[in-house]
C-alpha cells in the first residue's frame, strides 16, 4: 500500500480519469459551513491538502476569500484547476507532498479537510496529524469531514470512526465538532463525520 504515498499513483489516476472519489462539486456540508463565516473570515489564511480539483477552494474564491492555499501533489488536478480559475493567484497553488510543507514558511488560520485524510496511508495518521498541528496557528481549526465508515484495508480511501479519531487526534486538537454528518452529498450520506477541532 505504499504507492498511495507516492504522487504518481495519484497522478496517473487523473490521467486515466479514474478519479471516483471527485463529486464535481462543492461537498453540501463544506459549502454550508463557508456560507456561514463572517466576512472577517475572508482574510484568514485557509490550507486545503490534498486538494485534487479542489471545489472547495474554487468556492472559497468565488466567495471572496483571498488568503486560500491548494497543495496537492499530483500536477493534473492543479492544472485543471488553474484552468478553471485563471485569476486565482499562482503563488497559493502549491505543487507539493503535504507531508514536506515546511511550518516556517506556511503557516494558516484554518485547514479543510475533504477526502485527503483517507487517502493516506493509514499508517501516516499519527503524521498527518502532527503536520497539520505544525501547520496551524496558535489556536488554528481543522474543519471538515471524516469517513465515518470501514472500507478495508486494502486501498484508498481507507475509513475509521469517531472513536479511533478522536484517539488519534485529541493528542493536538480539541475536539470541538466531530458528529454524524446530517447533510452530506447524497451519495455520502450516513457516511460522513463533521469535524471541527482546534489545536490545543
Ligand atoms: C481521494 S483524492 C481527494 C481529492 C479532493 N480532496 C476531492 O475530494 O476531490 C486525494 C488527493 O490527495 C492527494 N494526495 C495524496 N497524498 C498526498 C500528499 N502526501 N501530499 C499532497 N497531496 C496528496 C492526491 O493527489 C489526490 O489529489
Known sequence: MKNVNQTKFWQQRYENDSIQWDMGEVSPPLKRYIDQLPESAKDQAILVAGAG????????????????????????????????????PKDQLICADFFELSAEQYRFDWALEQTFFCAINPERRDEYVEQM?????????????????????NHPPFGGNSETYQQRFQSHFNIEIMQPCYNSHPARLGSELFIKLQLQ
Open 53 to 88: 480539483n479542489a471545489y472547495e477552494v474554487g468556492y472559497l474564491h468565488e466567495q471572496g476569500f483571498n488568503n486560500v492555499t491548494l497543495v496537492d501533489f499530483a500536477a493534473a488536478p492543479i492544472a485543471n484547476f488553474a484552468k478553471r480559475y485563471a485569476n486565482f
Open 133 to 153: 498541528a505544525r501547520l496551524l496557528k496558535p489556536k488554528g481549526k481543522l474543519v471538515g469531514l471524516l469517513f465515518d465508515k470501514d472500507f478495508g484495508n
